[in-house]
């Protein structure tokens, strides 16, 4: 008997599907990008909230412009973008990645023009002096937030 597709996946399944972090899959369910149930602790994606998500059939994406049976043309717009990345920073103390973390924090508080809200993740590794940080916005935001972490960290540390 063939094995027929989940109607459901759980956020870890999402996240390996599209390549991304875990942590990334659960922002877009918290912010309403991508949509789920919670079933006790957990979300679950519903097959067609995921295909939607992923621009998949069943979706607005790209078929759905094309006018395939069954869906109308998709109404012009703007388009939603939205850019994530990962900077790793080496040899930074904990004190030092406290203040570059809460200098992000700081940066990305208040409104932002796009709509889409600007959310970062910082991680400090005592062990290995090292601070990633996770960002995930709009583009323009996004690029704007990584040219300030180049300045912090390529200007003349004070420690």
Partial sequence: MPEHPPEYF?????????GLH????????????LRATRIGKQYRIARRDFESFAGGPGSDGPDAASGSEGSPP???????????????????GLREAARLSNTLLAAV????GGG??????????????TLKVIVLGAPAD???????????????RHV
């Fill in 109 to 112: 508080s208040g409104p932002r």
């Fill in 74 to 92: 998709a109404a012009p717009g703007p388009l939603h973008a939205e850019a994530s990345a990962v900077v790793q920073i080496d040899g930074i």
């Fill in 10 to 18: 759980s956020v870890e399944q999402v996240a390996e599907l599209l």
């Fill in 142 to 156: 996004t690029a704007e937030l990584l040219l300030l972490i180049h300045t912090l960290t390529t200007e003349n």
């Fill in 116 to 129: 889409v809200p600007l959310r970062i993740e910082t991680l400090h590794n005592e062990e290995r002096s």
């Fill in 22 to 33: 875990v942590r990334t899959v659960r922002g877009y369910v918290r912010d309403g990008g």
